[in-house]
């Protein structure tokens, strides 16, 4: 079955520092992944995605992701934090469901980043 | 273009009642989905309509939750009776028709219930 897993639930970094969040996953198919943003009192907001083409995948506000098959990862990266990055971040790979092109999400547990003056 | 909207923000009830929990998806999107997330647990999946018939609904923990896509348009998710383990957050998402595991899922802020 396919699953995600996020190391570190709390990762806190200083403003213009890099930015590391893992993800990991799981999943018997080549898989569809997907980082997603929640910021304070807001939905999720998707940040970037993976399907298919360029393992390097760039995304708003600054953020790319690695798909790295070999290693089972899609790790999310920022070269500089800001103030404005401070939020919880939330990995997920598509899963299909019955009803044919239909797809869910399966997240991991979140990282709340915070950042550091 | 409107995004996904969920009514209420919260909502506070206690144990025993019911609560209504509303979804109004993007314009056109013909997928709806409902997601929770318990206190401390993974978002997960509850059901997905694509209109206004039901397709999927593994995720659904009990009979005590119904839900409902009148006309395939908004969705409403009716907790009945409430209990305390219901508590948490109640995502909304809608995708256009054609899916193919690669297509966005946009949310909605979530509804923060809380059972007492």
């Known amino acids: 079955a396919q699953s995600v897993t996020q190391l570190g639930s709390h990762v806190s970094v200083s403003e213009g520092a890099l930015v590391l969040l893992r993800c990991n996953y799981s999943?018997?198919?080549?898989?569809?992944l997907f980082w997603y943003v929640q910021y304070p009192n807001q939905g999720l907001q998707l940040l970037l995605k993976y399907t298919t083409g360029a393992t390097l995948v760039k995304g708003i506000n600054g953020f790319e992701a690695e798909f790295k098959k070999s290693e089972t990862s899609f790790h999310l990266t920022k070269p500089s934090a800001h103030m404005s990055d401070a939020a919880e971040y939330f990995c997920?790979?598509?899963?299909?469901?019955?009803?044919?092109?239909?797809?869910?999400?399966?997240f991991g547990q979140g990282t709340r980043l915070t950042i550091n003056p | 273009e409107a995004g996904v909207t969920q009514f209420p923000s919260h909502s506070v009830i206690e144990k025993g009642q019911t609560v209504t929990l509303r979804c109004d998806p993007i314009?056109?999107?013909?997928?709806l989905y409902w997601y929770r997330r318990v206190m401390g647990k993974e978002i997960k999946f509850l059901l997905h309509?694509?209109?206004?018939?039901?397709?999927?609904e593994s995720g659904m923990p009990n009979n005590r939750f119904l839900a409902e896509r009148t006309g395939g348009t908004y969705s409403t998710l009716k907790v009945q009776p409430a209990e305390l383990e219901d508590s948490g957050v109640y995502f909304c998402a809608s995708s256009p028709r054609r899916t193919s595991g690669k297509e966005t899922q946009y949310f909605g802020p979530g509804t923060r219930l809380l059972v007492l």
């Open positions: 997920a790979v598509s899963v299909p469901l019955s009803f044919q092109g239909a797809q869910k999400l399966v």
């Open positions: 309509f694509v209109k206004e018939s039901k397709q999927d």
């Open positions: 999943s018997s198919v080549p898989p569809y």
């Open positions: 314009s056109g999107h013909d997928n």
